[in-house]
């Protein structure tokens, strides 16, 4: 029923599962785009020309409507980066830098792990990490003998697992994190575009977004920072657009947000995300964990039915990622038979080593829906399953 509103289907006949590696773009979005390069390409928050105001406007509009996507206080609060790696690593060098202790959890991707072994951290040695149980289910007793040990830490955890679905209850994190008197920061690249987020309700300390996971442009994102942690943040970057004044001897920063976005920002993806976030509030993020839901059920009843399968988790606490494995075949060769039948999914370790490690595997095949897919994009995917195993048996 959505798919009509997405050039990528009227163009391919791709049965396109793999929405957790970036999701395809509402026509608005590709419209907006290209509206911003024809018709008033200028830079933002420098010139005083019609092309830059409307530039200008159209950015801090961007601003005000992911404030309210997320029900943060003030737009001031949201800045814009590349993306979520890029806030991973920018409170990693910064606010988080000082602390003695990191934790995260056993179901991180690869950028909320190596921007902390950059800092000379290991395991036990400045970084700890949170049990996942049996299941992949956050283990809160080893949370917080963790946090009675390590007071005063850094957190940062991901809101959904990429490699699994697995959701992660962040509110009680919050808490926790907080009777510890720690931080903490949530990696929202995989939440955004399932389910509806309230940041106050939540309590986090940062939460980190990525415009192209939630049916925006690539190579945006966006920062949440509560209030009284953004004089407390030191500058990442500076240069043009962060400065009020500036001589030889000494610079005088502007206030948040614009300190902390240096250079001339990706203008276009940031005006294009406004168009997705619109799009969404439009069908409602209530419907589209609905929708998801639904798929995600039918799937799972579909993949359980399927011989040699190993599955990874349920549906309970997940979003639309399924993992699984076909005993004694590999991910990957089946990855590629897909492909050869135009179905694109994810086979491999995700970006997630340390969880496939634990568990034993060199990866899975990651199934990721969003709520345009169908349930015949699933019997497509089932039936080309059966196939694939049945070529690579013989
Ligand atoms: N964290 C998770 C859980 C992700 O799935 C991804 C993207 N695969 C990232 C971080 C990186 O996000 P971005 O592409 O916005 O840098």
């Known amino acids: 029923m959505y798919k ?29 785009v290209v509206d911003y390069y024809t018709n008033f390409c200028s830079n933002t928050h420098r010139s005083n020309h019609g092309g830059a105001n409307k530039a200008t406007k159209e950015f801090e509009a961007t601003r005000d409507t992911l404030k309210d996507f997320i029900n943060a206080p003030q737009s001031k609060q949201i800045i814009f980066t590349k993306g979520v790696t890029e806030s991973l690593n920018m409170i990693a060098s910064t606010f988080a830098k000082e602390f003695k202790t990191i934790i995260i959890s056993s179901l991180e991707h690869h950028s909320n792990i190596t921007p902390w072994h950059m800092q000379g951290r290991t395991l036990h040695k400045g970084l700890e990490v949170v049990n996942a149980k049996d299941n992949l289910e ?16 850094f957190v940062s955890i991901t ?7 697995v959701i992660h209850d962040i509110k009680k994190i919050a808490q926790l994190t907080h009777k510890y008197n720690s931080y903490l920061l949530v990696d929202a690249a995989q939440s955004l575009a399932h389910f509806e987020v309230d940041v106050q309700d939540l309590d986090v300390d940062f939460y980190a977004m990525s415009s192209h996971k939630t049916f925006g442009p690539t190579g945006v994102g966006a920062l949440y920072i509560k209030e009284n942690l953004l004089e407390k ?4 970057q500076t240069g043009g657009a962060t400065i009020n004044d500036v001589s030889f001897e000494r610079s005088i920063m502007l206030d948040a947000p614009y300190k902390y976005e240096a250079g001339t920002q990706n203008i276009a993806g940031v005006i294009g995300f406004k168009k997705a976030l619109d799009y969404l509030n439009k069908i409602t993020l209530k419907e589209v964990y609905k929708l998801e839901h639904e798929l995600c059920t039918y799937l799972y009843t579909q993949l359980k039915k399927v011989e040699n399968i190993i599955l990874y988790n349920d549906t309970k606490n ?60 699933i019997d497509i995917f089932i039936k080309g399953l059966k196939k694939a195993i049945l ?3 013989d």
């Open 138 to 153: 956050f283990d809160f007793e080893h949370f917080e003998e963790l946090l009675k040990n390590n007071p005063n830490s």
């Open 318 to 377: 997940s979003t639309g990622s399924r993992s699984f494995n076909i005993k004694n075949l590999n991910s990957e060769d089946i990855g590629i038979l897909l492909d050869k039948m135009h179905i694109a999914v994810r086979a491999g370790h995700h970006c997630a080593q340390p969880i496939m490690k634990k568990l034993n595997i060199d990866g899975t095949i990651r199934v990721s829906i969003a709520f345009y897919n169908t349930k015949e994009d």
């Open 4 to 32: 009509k509103d997405f050039p990528f289907f009227k163009n391919s006949s791709v049965v396109y599962l793999d929405n957790a590696a970036t999701t395809q773009k509402p026509k608005e979005v590709v419209d907006k």
């Open 159 to 165: 809101h959904v697992s990429n490699a699994f679905g």
């Open 391 to 393: 070529m690579l048996k």
């Open 233 to 236: 943040l030191p500058v990442y």
